[in-house]
Each structure stands twice: as structure tokens, then as C-alpha cells.
């Protein structure tokens, strides 16, 4: 497009040869040499324009005046540290902040997963939505069918894990256990580090005795042994070989934090033991995930699916009664395991996204503040002949030049503080594991940065292009005293300012009360100066090996640990349940979820509803403090010699005998079986699953009569956390040597932990709901000053004629609490629609709950008045002889 | 400022201007300023008669419309250039008839196909202008 430059020179010479050509030619005329001259001047008209617009045209001259900017811009923000540091400051802090929560959402909700084809991976959720049951589990024939469905690549279920015994070391261990099918590898595409996967072909009936391990478990446990490889491992005593070690830094797809560090993998067909038989109607398979065969889509896939399953309930009408509805939903993976931490993350992206927003409108206010001081500069350059756009260029270079230092410095406080912060993130958020700073993280940076210039350089530089000439010129000396239309626009950047801080403190008020309520619920038991430490009773391959196969067997050892455990120091009191009887203490997957029949009530639908048990002890209650409300605890006698006994909580009696009295009734939780367990006492509704939600119907077996494997102890008493876990192992390891004792906690840091996640959200967004608050005191402040500073003549003169300074300082806070209260206003309005938007994350408190709202809105008036007393004090006591001296 | 050359760049005399341009007889009329964007045309349209150096263009320009028009020789340059750079006119130095070097362009054929296309946007405009002048005397 360009051709050749001319040369400056070139077009020098022609200019010239026209003036001689014109002079000439007046000559020709009759003028003398000096009109002729002049005249061929004056018709040319101005020069030095002429010549500008030649070198105008022949450069790309928005790079040139881009580099005068920003040099001229560096130069200005030198010579106002104090004003660069605190601009920079606030918007490193807001990028910062910013960022990082950002990063948490980009690893949790944008980052693919880490597997090839992340996209063609789902979970697979079996539904009954005909008697409101979810997430029901799969069996063992679905899956084949499934499988050859054409839908899937792989359709990979997993029968459950949570623990397995590592025996062989020097001492019984505990590993984290995770069983699936042969396919679960391919299924997810990762090959191990060394060795092989398991064969996705495999048909093996029960367990191919073949073990994957993590490379933590390999460094750890295995020192790093290189011939790992075919050595063999007993897990819950039986042989297995390994196969293969998976890479460092390979986590399962998981939403517990449990979930995703397995250190054990070993595959099943799940056709034979110790898997119950293959039935249909046995869900036994608790989760499934799925790989869709290529270019198939999560939405077509479903489409299809829902056929396939048609076409089974109608050829297996038995298995399926039509009540059920029996449905399989197929759910991204991604989405199933990020699950309800979508909602707070996206708060708190809203949240720190505020924040930064008031950080920039504090910046702005600070820059119109700067620009009316230099307002007399910038008239002069228009004077000049500066284009009023090359102006506002300058004004907008210099914001950019700060947001884009503000950027710099948040990234590098993130990056100085990354350690720290990954510290106080909880570590059950989902893919915990995978939040860094990365590419997409550094540019999100840096565009916020831009956008966060553009805003508040904004004002400054639209005010800048509106200057009226005359009358800032005729200032003299001192160039402070900004347009009214510059007031006007402070004004609305405090009240934007007052309003946005009130949207943020309301919602960390809501957050903050509603967490002070479940702080405050009453859970139904007590979990002061109780510990809770688990074991795993192996569950061999062949039911012939195992020694507490029967609950009978089991009750022996059982009694034995309570025996032994109650010689440890400290403990005054011993009960023994299952994981599930851990309050607050487990995963979903752990609640053992069984099919209820009552007897005397037909089963209306055919398939019966489910509820979950708990096998406990008959001291558990009491350790507990659950009160009970009838009939009876369980006692020692409540054996397999006696019949099946079960204490239900008030919340299955309202369900299943609203009107019945409870005591003597008979329930079953295997269709299959004979016998009736009948009911002996209800106990008081506790909030065992979590804090949060209402107590669910529940059943408590007697540990002497139904085995468990997954077992806790509790203690309670003056207890040493360090000590009794030591100790209590002894004890259990002299019962039985082979059985690992792990997972100690004390009951009341589990209800915590159960909260961790409320509670880092809730103290994020109060952080935040802080430092705005904070950022508004000070833009109104600053207001006030400035005000202050601008009319300090005129108070003068009032003082001098004899006004009130209480007067005076009721007139200064009455604009300013006009400010805080139109920003209230508006930020009530605002908070109404935020709240309702937050209604799922809150707990116990109504999104319009008035007490929130009326001492959040105080709270924030009291500081405007604050920030508003402190310069208007100034002011007052200014001496009317200064004051009109002033100017 | 990132396009220049275009249209709305005012290529005329403004009128508040405290000088005027020199006429070689004294002044008894006022002139037209010329209409924005209407130079580069009258540039174009000169130079049909063959190549022209810049102080050439600028006194047809004037006698050609009989002293009416004013054109600010300085004003012609930028002009020139711009029409250059698009390649509607070339430019060379030459000898002029009072022997002095002096810069010649002419039209090249992209300039002539420009100059038909805005000669008919004009007459059509003008014809439109004065039809509706026309209406509103009648």
C-alpha cells in the first residue's frame, strides 16, 4: 500500500518551486519583487500546517502519538508518587484478589478436565423419579447392556471403595480403595506410569487380583522400589499382584476429597463374589462413569439413551414396574463434580469482581480529583491547538498506564502469596488440585487490568474533552476548583460507590448470619470431647477366609474392642458403629442405602422406598447424648439369639406412622429375607447427614446382629488427640494384628470441617465486604475533603460574619450523608435482586431478612458520617483570618 | 487522529481566517469557499488536460471558475499527496514552461475512472439542489 516515503526534503522543494512559480507569475502581473513575494505567501496560506499535514500522512501516527503518551504519561505519574502508589495499589489489590478467585474458577469450572477427550466423558445417574429416589445405583446386567448399546465407548461402574487393609508391612495400613471395572483406565484415557493398566477386555467373574497403585503409596509405601512390578500386595488378604503405578499427580475424577487421592485400584467383573449375584434389580454398582463413542453429544447421546432404556423396561417388565420411571441420566462429568460449588464460586467471582469495580471508582474519583488540578494544563494546551482527542488519549493512556501496573503488581502479590492462599483454600473444594496460575489466568489478568483502566479512566478523560476554555484560563495562579459538572460526576461516583459496597455487605451479612445460624443449630447430639476413630475389617475374596463373616463372629471382636478400648486413658465412655454412624463424619457414598419394607403397609409402587442405617452399639446413644424419646435403647442381649431389633429417629416415625405408635412395628431391609426387625425405641431427630439440611428418616441396627466392615469408635472423655489414637491402636492390634486403625478426629472438628466450605465463602465475601466498605469511606472522604478544601474560603467568610460552626458542620454532613444515602438507596435496590439470586447458598434466613438489611445499611451510613466528621471538623476550625487569606 | 485523507479533513479555507487569499484582481466580490471534499474532484478534474504542477492546478482551478472559487495554495498539497497515495494520480519532476523544476503530476487510469464516478455524484447532486431551489421559488 505503501509506496516509496517521500522525503521531508522532496515536498520542501515543491513548496518552494510554487512560491517561485507564483511569485513569477505575479511578477509577469506587475507587482514589484516584494508584494510578489508577500502575495505568493499569502495565497498559499499556512505554511507550517502545510507541512505538518505532509509529515501527517505519511506515518502511522497513532503508534507515534501512542509513544508520546505514554512517555509524557510515565512523566506525569512520577512526578505524583503519593497519588501513582495509592492508584497502583488499590487496583493491584482488586486485580489481585480478583485473580486468584478467578484461578479457582477457571480450574473448577472452565479448565477441561484432565483426561483426553474431556468432553466425551459422563457420569452415569440411575433415577427412580417415580418414587422420588435419585442416584439410585446400576446393576450389573444394565451395564452390559449399556455397554453394547453402541451410545458409550466405555461404560466403567464402580462397586464402591473407602478403604482396604494393606497387610504385609510392618504394620496393618490403611489404603484409600477404589474397586471398578477393567475399564475404568481406558474409560478415562490415562495410562500409569509404569507398568500397564488392567486389561479393559477382561471378563473375570470377581477380582483379577491385579493392583494398580498411586505414586504416593509407591514412594511412600514401596520406597520407590523400580521392580515393583509383579511383586504382590495382600489386600484384605488376599494376594494381589501389581501391575502398574499410576503417574504423579493422577487424581481420580472425584467431588470428596477422598474420592479423588485412591492409592489403591484393583478391577472386578462384579459377577462373582464377593459381589452379590448378578440380578437385575440389584443396584449394587454405586457410581458409573462413561465414555460416549466419538462425535456423539452429551444431548444426543441422553436422546438415544432414553430409547435403549424404554426398549428394557418393555422387555424386562418384572425387573422395571412402570412406577418407577426408571430413568438414566447422563450428566457431564465435569458439571457431576464441581456439583453445588458452582453457585458460591460465582458469588465470589461477583463479589471480588465488586470490589475491584469500587477500587476503580475510588481511582477514578482520585484521577477527576488530579484532573481538576491540572485542568488549567490541559486548557492550555487546547489553547494550543491540542485536538481535544489527543487530550483524552493522554488522559486514558495515563489510566492505562496504571491499571496495567496495577495488574503487574496484583499478579505479582498473587504469585508472592500463592502458597498461603492455597493454604486457606478447602481442600474439599472439587479439583483442588488443580488450581495454578496459568495462561488463561495471566490473561484474564491482563484484561481486567484493561477493562479496569478503561473504566476509571473514563470520567477523567470525557470530562477532559469537555473543557470550557475561558473561564480556566482565566484562573489565576492556582488551578484547583473543578467544573460543577466534575462535582457532579464525584458525587455519582460515591453514591455508585456507597451502593456497590452496600450490594457486597449485604450479601456477606446474609452469608455471616446465616452461617452464625448453623453455628448455632442444634444438631441433636454432642460432639464435645468425643473421638471418633475408624477401622476396616477385610473383606476377602472368599467369604470362607473371612474371620468375621457372620455378624455373630463379628460381635465377638466387636466386644472385645469395646472391652479393650475402655482402658485407655481418659476415656470414659466406648461405642462402636459403622462410618455411617459418624455424624457429619461421612461421604454419600459411605450411608449404607437399603430397600425399607414395612410390614402390614403394601408396597404401592412395587419397588419399595430406601433408607439408610446405621449399625451401632447400644452405648452409641447415650455417648452421643441422643435422647430416647420411647421405648428403648439397644442392650447387649439385642444378639443373633435374640430377635432383630431397630431404634428409629423420630423423622422415620413422622414418615411412615404419622399416626401409629412406632413401638412394635416390623420393618425389612432385604426383600429378600424372612425376617422382621422390630422397632424398640425411637430417638430424637438428629442432624447427622449435615448441619444444613432437615434431618432425614433413618433406621439404627444393633451391631450384634448385622455386620459392618467400615467401622468407628468412639470416645468420649478427657481425651489427649495425640495419645488415645496411639494407644487405641495398640489395643485393637492385640485383639486382632492385621486390622489398621486410622482417620482419629474429634467429633467437633468434623462438624467444622463439615462447614469448611460455607465458611471460606462466607469469609471470602465478608473479606471483600470489608475492604469495600473501607474503599467507599474513603471515596466519600475524600469527597468531603475536597469539598472542604474548595469552599474553605467561603466558610471563612461565613465564620467571619458570625455563623454557627455547628451550622457549618451540620451543612458539610448533611451532604455527605446525602451521598451515603442516595448510594443506600440505590444498593438496597440492588440487594434485593442479589439476595434472591443467593437465596440457594443461604441457610435459616430469608433473602429479605430485615435485620441484615436495616444494620447493614446503618453500619454504612455510620461510616459515612465518620468519613464525613473528619474533614468537615477540619473545616470548622479553620481561623476565619487564615481561611479568607486562603487562595 | 488515525485516517487522514478523508473526507471530512477540511481541505478549504476557513472563512474566519485572517488572511485571505491573494487575487490577482483586487478584491470586488466575496468568493465561494469550496465545499468540503469537493478539491480532490477539482484536482482530478484539472489534470485531465494533461499533467500539471501543483501552482499550475491552483490558478486553472481559480480561472477556470472565473475567479469564483478560493483556493488556499496550501491547502493543495496535502490534498495532492493524499491523492496520490491512492494511486489516483503520479507525480514527477519535470521542467515547467518558465524553465523550473517543478513537481508535475497527472492522472493515472484509477484517477480517471474516480474522477467519472464523483463527476456523476456531483451532477447529480447539484441537479438535485437545484431542483428542490427551484421548487421552493416557484
Given amino acids: ?519 448455632n443449630v442444634r444438631p441433636g447430639f454432642n460432639p464435645q470431647n468425643v473421638m471418633a476413630v475408624r477401622m476396616w475389617l477385610p473383606i476377602p475374596n472368599d467369604p470362607d477366609t473371612d474371620p468375621y463373616r457372620t455378624a455373630a463372629q463379628e460381635s465377638v471382636l466387636v466386644r472385645e474392642l469395646l472391652r479393650r478400648g475402655k482402658t485407655v486413658p481418659g476415656v470414659e465412655e466406648i461405642a462402636i458403629g459403622d462410618l455411617a454412624a459418624v455424624p457429619l463424619g461421612h461421604g454419600r457414598n459411605d450411608l449404607n442405602t437399603t430397600p425399607l419394607i414395612l410390614e402390614g403397609q403394601e408396597i404401592r409402587s412395587g419397588q419399595p422406598p430406601t433408607i439408610s442405617h446405621s449399625i451401632v452399639t447400644p452405648e452409641y446413644f447415650h455417648l452421643l447424648g441422643m435422647a430416647v424419646l420411647r421405648g428403648r435403647a439397644f442392650n447387649d442381649s439385642d444378639d443373633d439369639k435374640h430377635p432383630a431389633a431397630a431404634v428409629i429417629n423420630e423423622a422415620f416415625a413422622r414418615t411412615y406412622w404419622p399416626n401409629d405408635d412406632p413401638l412394635g412395628k416390623r420393618l425389612k431391609t432385604d426383600p429378600a429375607s424372612p425376617d422382621w426387625i422390630t422397632v424398640v425405641g425411637v430417638i430424637a431427630d438428629a442432624r447427622t447427614e449435615s448441619l444444613a439440611e432437615e434431618t432425614v428418616a433413618q433406621v439404627y441396627l444393633s451391631s450384634y446382629q448385622r455386620r459392618a466392615k467400615d467401622l468407628a469408635i468412639f470416645l468420649r472423655g478427657r481425651l489427649d488427640p495425640a495419645a488415645v489414637p496411639v494407644q487405641l491402636r495398640a489395643q485393637v492390634q492385640s485383639a486382632d494384628p492385621e486390622l489398621p486403625v486410622f482417620g482419629a478426629q474429634m467429633l467437633s472438628e468434623g462438624v467444622s470441617e463439615s462447614l469448611a466450605e460455607r465458611r471460606f465463602s462466607m469469609e471470602m465475601v465478608a473479606l471483600f465486604a470489608l475492604t469495600a466498605l473501607l474503599l467507599a469511606g474513603l471515596g466519600i472522604y475524600g469527597v468531603i475533603s475536597y469539598i472542604v478544601s474548595e469552599r474553605t474560603h467561603e466558610i471563612g467568610i461565613r465564620l467571619a460574619l458570625g455563623a454557627q460552626r455547628a451550622n457549618i458542620l451540620r451543612m458539610l454532613l448533611r451532604q455527605g450523608l446525602g451521598l451515603a444515602l442516595g448510594g443506600a438507596a440505590v444498593g438496597l435496590v440492588c440487594s434485593v435482586i442479589v439476595s434472591y439470586l443467593m437465596a440457594g447458598l443461604l441457610y435459616g434466613v430469608r433473602p429479605m431478612d430485615p435485620l441484615t438489611f436495616a444494620s447493614v445499611a446503618l453500619l454504612l451510613v455510620g461510616v459515612a458520617v465518620l468519613a464525613c466528621y473528619i474533614p468537615a471538623r477540619r473545616a470548622i476550625r479553620v481561623d476565619p483570618l487564615v481561611a479568607l487569606r486562603y487562595e | 487522529m488515525i485516517g487522514e485523507g478523508c473526507w471530512s479533513q477540511v481541505d478549504i479555507l476557513p472563512g474566519t481566517a485572517a488572511y485571505s487569499g491573494y487575487m490577482s484582481t483586487q478584491q470586488s466580490r466575496e468568493r465561494l469557499e469550496l465545499l468540503q471534499g469537493t478539491l480532490d474532484l477539482l484536482i482530478l478534474r484539472t489534470l485531465i488536460f494533461g499533467s500539471q504542477h501543483g501552482q499550475g492546478i491552483a490558478r486553472a482551478i481559480q480561472q477556470t471558475s472565473d475567479e469564483e472559487l478560493l483556493v488556499e495554495h496550501g491547502a493543495l498539497y496535502p490534498a495532492l499527496q493524499r491523492l496520490e497515495q491512492r494511486e489516483w494520480i503520479s507525480a514527477k519532476w519535470g521542467v515547467s514552461a518558465n524553465n523550473r523544476k517543478a513537481r508535475f503530476y497527472s492522472l493515472t487510469s484509477a484517477g480517471r475512472k474516480q474522477l467519472a464516478k464523483e463527476t456523476t455524484k456531483w451532477n447529480r447532486l447539484s441537479a438535485a439542489i437545484a431542483r428542490i431551489l427551484a421548487a421552493e421559488e416557484a
Fill in chain 1, 1 to 519: 500500500m505503501f509506496q516509496r516515503k517521500r522525503k521531508r526534503s522532496d515536498f520542501d522543494a515543491e513548496i518552494e518551486a510554487h512560491l517561485q512559480l507564483e511569485k513569477e507569475r505575479l511578477r509577469e502581473q506587475g507587482l514589484s519583487e516584494q508584494d510578489a513575494e508577500t502575495a505568493a505567501r499569502q495565497a498559499f496560506g499556512n505554511l507550517t500546517r502545510a507541512e505538518e499535514r505532509f509529515y501527517e500522512s505519511g506515518r502511522a501516527l497513532w503508534w507515534d502519538h501512542l509513544c508520546q503518551d505514554v512517555r509524557y504519561g510515565l512523566r506525569m505519574l512520577r512526578r505524583s508518587p503519593g497519588f501513582t502508589a495509592i492508584a497502583v495499589l488499590t487496583i493491584a489489590l482488586g486485580i489481585g484478589a480478583t485473580t486468584a478467585i478467578f484461578s479457582i474458577v477457571d480450574a473448577t469450572l472452565l479448565h477441561p478436565l484432565p483426561y483426553p477427550h474431556p468432553e466425551q466423558l459422563v457420569s452415569v445417574v440411575d433415577d427412580f423419579p417415580g418414587v422420588g429416589a435419585e442416584n439410585v445405583g446400576m446393576s450389573v446386567p444394565e451395564w452390559h447392556d449399556l455397554e453394547h448399546s453402541g451410545i458409550f465407548q466405555y461404560v466403567s461402574p464402580m462397586g464402591g471403595g473407602g478403604s482396604v487393609n494393606l497387610t504385609g508391612g510392618s504394620q496393618p495400613a490403611r489404603a484409600s480403595f477404589l474397586s471398578e471395572s477393567p475399564n475404568y483406565f481406558a474409560t478415562l484415557g490415562v495410562k500409569p506410569e509404569l507398568g500397564r493398566a488392567f486389561d479393559p477386555e477382561d471378563k473375570t467373574p470377581g477380582f483379577t487380583l491385579e493392583a494398580l497403585i498411586s505414586d504416593g503409596l509407591w514412594r511412600g509405601a514401596f520406597g520407590s522400589d523400580p521392580n515393583i512390578l509383579g511383586k504382590s500386595l495382600r489386600l484384605d488378604n488376599d494376594l494381589y499382584r501389581v501391575i502398574g503405578v499410576m503417574p504423579p499427580g493422577y487424581h481420580d475424577p472425584g467431588q470428596m476429597v477422598e474420592e479423588r487421592n485412591t492409592e489403591v485400584w484393583a478391577a472386578a467383573g462384579f459377577a462373582g463374589p464377593p459381589a452379590p449375584p448378578p440380578l437385575r434389580e440389584s443396584h449394587f454398582l454405586v457410581e458409573a462413569i462413561a465414555r460416549l463413542a466419538p462425535g456423539l453429544s452429551v444431548r444426543e447421546a441422553q436422546s438415544r439413551l432414553d430409547v435403549f432404556v424404554a426398549g428394557l423396561q418393555k422387555q424386562y417388565p418384572e425387573d422395571y414396574p412402570a412406577q418407577n420411571a426408571w430413568k438414566v441420566r447422563l450428566v457431564p462429568l465435569q458439571e457431576s463434580l464441581v456439583g453445588n460449588v458452582r453457585e458460591s464460586l460465582i458469588l465470589l467471582l461477583g463479589a471480588v469482581a465488586l470490589v475491584l469495580l469500587i477500587g476503580c471508582v475510588n481511582v477514578a474519583n482520585l484521577m477527576l480529583a488530579r484532573a481538576s488540578a491540572r485542568g488549567r494544563e490541559m486548557a492550555v494546551r487546547q489553547a494550543l491547538g491540542a485536538a481535544r482527542s489527543r487530550l483524552m488519549g493522554q488522559l486514558l493512556t495515563e489510566s492505562l498506564l496504571l491499571s496495567v501496573a496495577g495488574g503487574i503488581g496484583g499478579l505479582a502479590i498473587l504469585f508472592c502469596t500463592r502458597r498461603f492462599l492455597l493454604q486457606i483454600l478447602p481442600e474439599s473444594l472439587p479439583r483442588f488440585n488443580e488450581v495454578s496460575i496459568n495462561w488463561t489466568v495471566l490473561l484474564f489478568a491482563l484484561g481486567t487490568s484493561l477493562v479496569a483502566g478503561a473504566i476509571f479512566g473514563l470520567a477523567p478523560a470525557l470530562h477532559a474533552g469537555r473543557v470550557d476554555l475561558v473561564p480556566m484560563l482565566k484562573q489565576e495562579g492556582r488551578g484547583s476548583t473543578g467544573s460543577a459538572e466534575q462535582a457532579r460526576t464525584r458525587r455519582a461516583l460515591v453514591v455508585t460507590e456507597f451502593a456497590l459496597s452496600l450490594v457486597l455487605m449485604i450479601a456477606a451479612g446474609l452469608l455471616l448470619h446465616s452461617f452464625w445460624d448453623l453455628l
